[in-house]
């Protein structure tokens, strides 16, 4: 509610205005009154009102004085003047100070309801644009944070980066990764594809980790998020990780039909060591092709003995026959696995069937031509033309007689396999493009509007915030925040060489509703104000045509 503060010395004047108007209907609250300006300064300072009516004569302290406070230490708050003086000294003196309205006694109810009506819509919109000018302030350190966060994951888990380096960066964050145990956990939800289930999921996953100290969160992939947890032990690493899934399961996916599948890594003691942890935890990650979802295993655990059962895990050809569930894994992993991880992949797969199972030529060749065809079913659903791929990593019917063992076989099926998930990834590539060509036009069309945001956007596009944020900045190279300042910095610029727009004008049409804002992130991008950078720029244009 708009709070309104009176002061007026005559107490007729005071009287009439507080009850012959019905303020709280109005939408506002009269928080205060006094009967000259001394008496009201105190009071104003209390209750900070939105506007204050005055009288520009009162004994003691008179309206100009008391609004000359007011401007200084309240500049946000309106300030409507009423005098029975007409001379021009006195207005003018009031528009030097920057009262709002000059009103001239007397006034009726209905021109005060009117005056003190259009201050208060004009209060609320200024109030709505601070709003939006905050979201998209937050909104900027919000993607400028995950996009640092995204280039020190990729510093942490790289074998190329030293301790300084990986401090340096982290420093620069806010990331105080210094301790005496590190441990990873690689999580895995998945569920349905609707953005708005995985936007929960990310803010979820996001409040878990944040419940736990010394747990920093990373986005890892599209279907995957990477948590570092720092401790003084390996104790205290297994206690925290062991809190951090309780509140995964619980917060993330029990009741949401959403599952998960969690790889924790060993501790490791330094933090040039946090790289081992992560590739030994990514490679056990590929088990989740193989075991059921809700799953939480540990890098260290003999994975392939958990998959291949607590026996031999040797099953018979006619078993093997019968049995579809090979087609659905080897589809699973074409879907989401990744090119590094097709080699461990085919181990495991030739693993899971049994040793006894590949000495059989028979066998071998029926394992290999039923992983075969899933590569070429799921290529044609992608519309690939299958020959291509053939003439690359040949033909079936030139290969299966060449085959004399299983590592002949193993060797035969990665190289395949990897084709087959650069062509996935090169479409998904094609598909990202044609969605950042989508997101682009809808900016390009909507930047001028102050209420476009990270959040609007990645609605249009049908993603999570997270998500269309991570693809934006690998497509182009620089975060949506960043995208959309060029944008309305390329139309202010226009606008300020080719108009005589006012600044406040410039602001409104390029996209932001605060013209302080607007000037200041100006200012901030080409070193000099609106108004400068107009007058440089129309200086040199007038040198360029004389010479």
């Keep these: 509610m708009i709070k309104l503060f009176l002061a007026e010395d005559e107490i007729a004047m005071r009287e009439g205005i507080k009850r012959l108007i019905h303020w709280e209907e109005e939408g506002i609250d009269f928080c205060g009154e006094a009967g000259d300006g001394e008496l009201a300064w105190p009071q104003i300072l209390e209750h900070r009102p939105d506007i204050v009516i005055t009288d520009i004569k009162m004994p003691f302290m008179d309206g100009l004085e008391l609004s000359r406070l007011i401007r200084k230490e309240l500049p946000d708050t309106k300030i409507v003047i ?43 919109e200024e109030r709505k644009n601070k709003e939006e000018q905050f979201d998209l302030m937050l909104e900027e350190k919000r993607e400028k944070d995950e996009h640092d966060r995204r280039r020190l994951l990729r510093t942490l888990i790289s074998a190329e980066s030293g301790t300084t380096q990986i401090l340096s960066l982290a420093d620069e964050i806010g990331l105080k990764l210094s301790a005496l145990a590190y441990r990873i956990l690689l999580v895995y939800i998945s569920g349905e594809a609707d953005y708005r289930k995985q936007q929960e999921s990310d803010e979820l996953l996001s409040k878990a980790a944040g419940d736990e100290e010394g747990c920093f969160l990373f986005g890892h992939s599209l279907d995957s998020s990477l948590i570092l947890l720092t401790g003084k032990s390996d104790e205290d690493l297994e206690e925290k990780s062991s809190s951090l899934i309780s509140r995964i399961i619980s917060n993330v996916c029990t009741g949401r039909d959403m599952h998960y599948f969690i790889c924790v890594s060993r501790t490791v003691f330094r933090l040039s060591e946090v790289h081992q942890a992560y590739q030994e935890s990514y490679k056990a990650a590929s088990s989740r092709f193989f075991l059921p979802s809700d799953q939480v295993i540990r890098s260290a655990d003999p994975v392939m003995q958990r998959i291949r059962g607590e026996n031999s895990g040797l099953i018979n050809t006619e078993t093997a026959l019968q049995n579809d569930n090979l087609r659905t894994i080897w589809e699973n ?42 590569m070429v079913r799921f290529l044609k659903g992608l519309d690939k033309d299958v020959e291509e791929v053939n003439e690359k990593r040949w033909d079936i019917n030139s290969v299966i007689g060449q085959i004399k063992n299983a590592e002949d076989a193993k060797q035969y099926l990665t190289s395949y396999l990897e084709e087959v998930i650069r062509f996935r990834e090169s479409n998904t590539s094609r598909k990202n493009s044609q969605m950042m060509v989508d997101a682009l036009r809808y900016i390009d069309e909507n930047y001028t509007d102050g209420s476009l945001s990270l959040m609007s956007a990645a609605a249009a596009a049908g993603l999570s915030p997270n998500r269309f944020s991570s693809i934006f900045s690998h497509e182009m190279g ?31 049409n390029s996209g932001y509703n605060d013209p302080h804002y607007f000037s200041t992130t100006f200012k901030k991008m080409k070193g000099m104000s609106p108004m400068e950078y107009r007058k440089r720029g129309r200086s040199k244009e007038a040198g360029e045509s004389e010479a």
């Design 82 to 124: 009423l005098s029975g003086y007409g001379e021009f000294e006195y207005a003018q003196e009031a528009l030097r100070i920057g009262v709002a309205e000059y009103l001239l006694k007397p006034i009726t109810p209905k021109r005060l309801r009117e005056v003190i009506g259009a201050l208060a819509d004009s209060i609320k």
């Design 333 to 374: 992993f074409m879907r989401t696995g990744t090119e590094e991880e097709a080699k461990d992949f085919v181990d495991d797969v030739f693993a899971s069937v049994g040793e006894s199972n590949v000495q059989s030529a028979v066998f071998l060749n029926y394992l290999t031509v039923s992983c075969y065809f899933a």
């Design 478 to 508: 620089m975060t949506f925040i960043e995208y959309l300042i060029g944008k309305r910095m390329e139309k202010a610029c226009e606008l300020l060489m080719t108009t005589d727009l006012k600044s406040f004008e410039v602001a409104y």
